[in-house]
């Protein structure tokens, strides 16, 4: 039993292609868990068009898709996701519902004349959609997911993916006001691994650079280096980065984390760790 973690795409907010991001990629956000044979796909960003050309390659065909949330950049790759079209090949969506609108609604939409051309209903894999409410549990295999919900327009779920005794927490998107958020700093309680919104500084996020962005949903790398130490997190992992900000950019506030807080990095495509079953956890799981 093993669990990895694979970076497909890192940016926020709308892709950001070019020589200038091209050393972190411009991808919106995609993060692929492996644990065990089972693959588990955080979020449906640009990111998700080369994954679905690997996960074809390697003849796999089953697939849990996790949403955070449903804003563009979350779920704009599920049209070039090349298993969703392939008949034989099953897709499990899990994701939330804020506000009147089904999350089978608000991806139909997407892909409905004169947006897109194909509809969801016509692509050829077998979906299985499920809608979840923060605070729930479920398993999928011997894989468990926990999630919390967090605070951003629209709202947002965090999961907790826990396998062989190991941990990943993803939590993006997410802003924090006059103190931490509990209910992240729980869910993250011992994990592995924490991927981190960090699309602003502090500076930014308060407007001493720029407009303030206060409200915006989005937290600063330290903040993430709050939670992680709060959490008492193995590794943390900056993540969702502001399109603007180049790669030279990404590594200087990478620099200024792992100063606060040792190990800590910036996600960049590509990416990859991978961690084996702590002892006994097989027989646990």
């Not at 993430?224 to 900056?238: E, T």
Request: aromatic share 8%; proline share 5%.
């Amino acid at each position: 039993m093993s669990i990895e973690v694979q970076f497909w795409g890192v940016r926020g907010s709308i892709a950001s292609p070019g020589p200038a991001t091209a050393g972190v990629g411009g991808n919106t956000s995609t993060v692929e868990v492996r644990c065990g044979d089972r693959s588990l796909v955080l979020d449906a960003g640009t990111g998700l068009r080369a994954l679905g050309d690997r996960l074809m390659a390697e003849g796999r065909r089953d697939v849990a898709l996790l949403l955070s949330h449903t804003h563009w950049d979350h779920i704009q790759g599920l049209p070039f996701f090349v298993p969703l079209y392939v008949p034989g090949s099953r897709l499990e969506i899990w994701g939330p519902r804020f506000g009147e609108r089904a999350l089978a609604d608000v991806l139909a939409r997407q892909m409905e004349s004169p947006v897109f051309p194909v509809r969801l209903d016509e692509t050829g894999a077998g979906r299985e959609l499920h809608e979840l409410r923060g605070g729930e549990t479920f398993a999928l295999g011997d894989v468990t997911v926990r999630t919390a919900k967090l605070h951003h327009p629209g709202g947002v779920l965090a999961y907790r993916i826990e396998h062989g005794g190991r941990a990943i927490v993803y939590a993006t998107d997410t802003e924090h006001w006059a103190c931490l958020d509990p209910s992240l700093v729980a869910l993250a309680r011992d994990a592995d691994l924490l991927v981190y919104d960090a699309q602003y500084t502090e500076d930014e996020y308060r407007g001493a650079a720029g407009p303030s962005r206060v409200g915006w949903g989005h937290s600063t790398w330290e903040q993430g280096v709050k939670v992680a130490d709060a959490a008492r997190v193995g590794q943390l992992a900056l993540f969702h980065h502001d399109p603007r900000r180049d790669d030279a950019a990404v590594a200087e506030l990478e620099r200024l984390a792992a100063a606060r807080r040792p190990g800590t990095v910036a996600a960049r495509e590509g990416m990859i760790w991978r961690w084996d079953a702590l002892p006994g956890a097989a027989h646990a799981a």
